[in-house]
T-cell receptor, first 115, second 112 residues
């Protein structure tokens, strides 16, 4: 079974530029998550989708971050404009249903450095 | 406001000995706890969980202990193996269907 796929793996951009990350969840998984993990901290949930609807985006900085999951499969996370403090690993995860911790599968992450 | 705390950034243990990783939480409403393991350049993977109705859960070499009165849980790995070298995250939620709140992680190094 293929895992959660993310791209790009690494990205370096200048502040105020934009960046987009893509995620393809495990086939058949209804729930998709985007997490932000800053070095030395645990993952922080940015947004959770159930199919193509948003379940929780309370911690998404909506002035600069946006995410969509068209057709309830792939998802894109965009940052525009980027700030230095956005440097982090962006982890996409999926699960067959809502937030049951032991069934959440993570991708390898997209590493963002903002200079 | 860190609701889940892992106060040891790193831990070094001799191969074959017991590794004990600790986690403290502040929200007494949490009743579902998990440990995840993360290798470099990979996403976290689920290791073991425990519900608040239990005080111990065991899976092979891994045992999680929960002390609700102290708001403390620990992960014991016996015996420790080189492949156990990784970052271990503790996470908690209000129940098994709620958002996970994560600790900052503890880097475990197993020395040969």
């Amino acid at each position: 079974e293929a895992g959660v796929a993310q791209s790009p793996r690494y990205k370096i951009i200048e502040k105020r530029q934009s960046v987009a990350f893509w995620c393809n969840p495990i086939s058949g998984h209804a729930t998709l998550y985007w997490y932000q993990q800053i070095l030395g901290q645990g993952p922080k949930l940015l947004i959770q989708f159930q199919n193509n609807g948003v379940v929780d985006d309370s911690q998404l900085p909506k002035d600069r971050f946006s995410a969509e999951r068209l057709k309830g499969v792939d998802s894109t996370l965009k940052i525009q404009p980027a700030k230095l403090e956005d440097s982090a690993v962006y982890l996409c995860a999926s699960s067959p249903w809502a937030a049951t911790g032991n069934t959440i599968y993570f991708g390898e992450g997209s590493w963002l450095t903002v200079v | 406001d860190q609701q889940v705390k892992q106060n040891s950034p790193s831990l070094s243990v001799q191969e074959g000995r017991i590794s004990i990783l600790n986690c403290d939480y502040t929200n007494s409403m949490f009743d579902y706890f998990l440990w995840y393991k993360k290798y470099p350049a990979e996403g976290p993977t689920f290791l073991i969980s425990i519900s608040s109705i239990k005080d111990k859960n065991e899976d092979g070499r891994f045992t999680v202990f929960l002390n609700k009165s102290a708001k403390h849980l620990s992960l014991h790995i016996v015996p420790s193996q080189p492949g156990d070298s990784a970052v271990y995250f503790c996470a908690a939620s209000l129940d098994s269907n709620y958002q996970l709140i994560w600790g900052a992680g503890t880097k475990l190094i197993i020395k040969p």
